[in-house]
């Protein structure tokens, strides 16, 4: 039973647009949503996070909407450039329960 | 205030050997956690250490264990190796208590042939 799911395994745009990943989940106990960014034989990278009391957070070029009742996360990134091509995880925890991961979103940006 | 790190970075073994993985978590950080990443593959949780205790575990065999030591660096042991263990070993460390980041290390390769 999945309960983080990025339907999108890859992704690729334009240098300059908007990059938007997506995020699903269904457990409504999730109280902390988190990003990361992986390249390839890294460990993951934090990005940005918000609390559930939060409909948006924003730091640089990166912003993340929660949409609690279509229990829907998405991470913006704009403008996109060359470094950002990685994986993104979506990650949600609650209480001392261990950090659900997503499947991941190869994200290419095309210069 | 230094990273997470994890010893060694590149290991090689053969089947049937045993190998052991280190974590040293951010100064503070009480909780460690250990994830395997295969090719293709997403994060599999394995456990969660917090203050000495498992308070965590994925599903995977007996064979992968672990212990966190009263300075909160973590160990990983693998017993029994076989070639499907062949992947990237991370460990994330935080603080441990509600709303959480985790922060993660280098990873460890380890190959198995």
């Known amino acids: 039973d999945q309960q983080v799911k990025q339907n999108s395994p890859s992704l690729s745009v334009q240098e300059g647009r908007i990059s938007i990943l997506n995020c699903d989940y269904t457990n409504s106990m999730f109280d902390y949503f988190l990003w990361y960014k992986k390249y390839p034989a890294e460990g993951p990278t934090f990005l940005i996070s918000?609390?559930?009391?939060?409909d948006k957070n924003e730091d640089g070029r990166f912003t993340v909407f929660l949409n609690k009742s279509a229990k829907h996360l998405s991470l913006h990134i704009v403008p996109s450039q060359p470094g950002d091509s990685a994986v993104y995880f979506c990650a949600l925890h609650f209480g001392n329960e261990k950090l659900t991961f997503g499947t991941g979103t190869r994200l290419t940006i095309i210069p | 205030k230094a990273g997470v790190t994890q010893t060694p970075r590149y290991l090689i073994k053969t089947r049937g050997q045993q190998v052991t993985l280190s974590c040293s978590p951010i100064s503070g950080h009480r909780s460690v956690s250990w994830y395997q990443q295969t090719p293709g593959q997403g994060l599999q949780f394995l456990f969660e250490y917090f203050s000495e205790t498992q308070r965590n575990k994925g599903n995977f065999p007996g064979r992968f264990s672990g212990r966190q030591f009263s300075n909160s660096r973590s160990e990983m042991n693998v017993s029994t190796l076989e070639l499907g263990d062949s992947a990237l070993y991370l460990c994330a460390s935080s603080q441990g208590t509600g709303p959480d980041t985790q922060y993660f290390g280098p990873g460890t390769r380890l190959t198995v042939l």
């Open positions: 918000i609390s559930s009391i939060k």
